[in-house]
């Protein structure tokens, strides 16, 4: 992760570890936090999540991710795949979503609507506690991907109004 570390110890030192963590760490503001927070924090700055984002049934490309596709190394597998998309276009894309609602945020699997007719459909879904809206990643038609474009996304039965915007909603600090 970013700024982050997987630690691999055995099992019996998990304990004396994390407290050796969280002591030695006061002084910094070290503190455990939750999944629903990490995935906060990964959607607002755009960050691609393997089985949501990125999975086989969506490319690099479609993902936004065609900067981790070196065609200068030669001959690969998937090169021409790779190829054939490009010539042809792609059908859909990946956009962020900002989504008005006050009492329900998107999760993901959610359907996004264009004057009534399905789209697409959400990623992952939040409340972005750092810029304080609710955000959903989502792959729709490659005619929708205008940001300032009025779209809509269904929770919990109702359609919400959602605007496509600029990915990342927060520029990540790569410091590394």
Not at 98 to 127: F, L, R, W
Request: aromatic share 8%; net charge negative; proline share 3%.
């Amino acid at each position: 992760g970013e700024l982050g570390w997987e630690v691999h110890v055995p099992t019996k030192s998990v304990s004396s570890l994390y407290a050796d963590l969280m002591k030695k760490g006061e002084e910094f503001g070290v503190h455990p936090f939750g999944l629903y927070a990490m995935n906060s924090l990964r959607i607002e700055k755009g960050f691609r999540a393997w089985g949501a984002e990125i999975s086989n049934d969506n490319s690099l490309h479609e993902a936004g991710m065609q900067g981790f596709i070196c065609m200068k190394k030669g001959d690969f597998i998937g090169r021409k795949a790779v190829l054939e998309e490009v010539g042809r276009g792609l059908d859909q894309k990946l956009v962020m979503l900002e989504v008005q609602t006050d009492n329900v945020d998107p999760e993901g699997a959610e359907a996004v609507y264009c004057m009534d007719k399905v789209i697409g459909h959400t990623t992952s879904g939040c409340y972005g506690y750092e810029t304080q809206k609710s955000l959903a990643m989502a792959y729709v038609s490659s005619l929708f991907l205008t940001p300032g474009l009025e779209l809509s996304v269904d929770l919990q039965g109702v359609q919400r109004k959602a605007k496509v915007t600029s990915l990342p909603m927060i520029k990540p600090y790569h410091m590394r």
